[in-house]
């Protein structure tokens, strides 16, 4: 059984549109987490949610936008995509905060 | 300016002997300090973690250090394997934001046979 799971794995979509990921837990975590990892590797924050309420929200374009139906689920959706949001997007879930996260297994966006 | 710091892009162990891995930081006072290991085209997997008010941590053949004067944990593998040829992130957590973790950009590791 996946921990963490995300999908989709690969997403290559053009510039413009509008693409949505999505991220389930089934450990009863409370908190959920998007990343995002760059070309060079550097793991950064973008959303975190506790049970159902945003919690952190950095310095992210309003382009992004998570949503969490319920505390099992997360998903991230982005509207009009740039060539600089290629990256890895990586969920992840704690039950204690500052306590070891569970990741997904990414997701690797291309826009071209 | 606020920075974490892991050593050198690579590192290259024979097979059997001990990897050492550098986290460095400033301006930073974190509660706690993770360990995790990523393997390609993966999500990074969880090890270990280190409060501030402990000097040493270990876990099989890993060992985490902590010293919150130097700001700076070592990382440990004894008799290290092929196997344990991956990228390994550390990661930084406070007490005044509770859910936030600040990740370093890893050390890429690579025990030879």
């Known amino acids: 059984d996946t921990a963490v799971s995300q999908t989709p794995k690969y997403l290559v979509t053009q510039m413009g549109n509008d693409k949505s990921i999505k991220c389930e837990q089934n450990?009863?975590?409370?908190?959920m987490y998007w990343y995002k990892q760059d070309s060079k590797k550097f793991l950064k924050i973008m959303f975190s949610y506790n049970n159902k309420e945003l919690i952190i929200n950095e310095t992210v374009p309003n382009r992004f936008s998570p949503k969490s139906p319920d505390k099992a689920h997360l998903n991230l959706h982005i509207n009009s995509l740039e060539l600089g949001d290629s990256a890895v997007y990586f969920c992840?879930?704690?039950?204690?905060?500052?306590?070891?996260?569970?990741f997904g297994s990414g997701t690797r966006l291309t826009v071209v | 300016s606020q920075k974490i710091e892991q050593n050198s892009e690579a590192l290259n162990i024979q097979e059997g002997k001990t990897a050492t891995l550098t986290c460095n930081y400033t301006?930073?006072?974190?509660?706690?300090l993770q360990w995790y290991r990523q393997d390609p085209g993966r999500g990074p997997v969880f090890l270990l973690l280190i409060r501030e008010n402990e000097k040493e941590k270990r876990k099989e053949r890993l060992k985490v250090t902590f010293d919150t004067t130097l700001k700076q944990s070592l990382f440990h593998i004894t008799a290290s394997q092929p196997a344990d040829s991956a990228t390994y992130l550390c990661?930084?957590?406070?007490?005044?934001?509770?859910?936030?973790?600040?990740f370093g950009s890893g050390t890429r590791l690579s025990i030879r046979p």
């Open positions: 990661a930084l957590a406070f007490y005044s934001s509770a859910s936030k973790i600040i």
């Open positions: 450990l009863g975590h409370d908190t």
């Open positions: 992840a879930s704690s039950q204690v905060p500052r306590e070891g996260y569970t």
């Open positions: 301006n930073y006072s974190p509660a706690y």
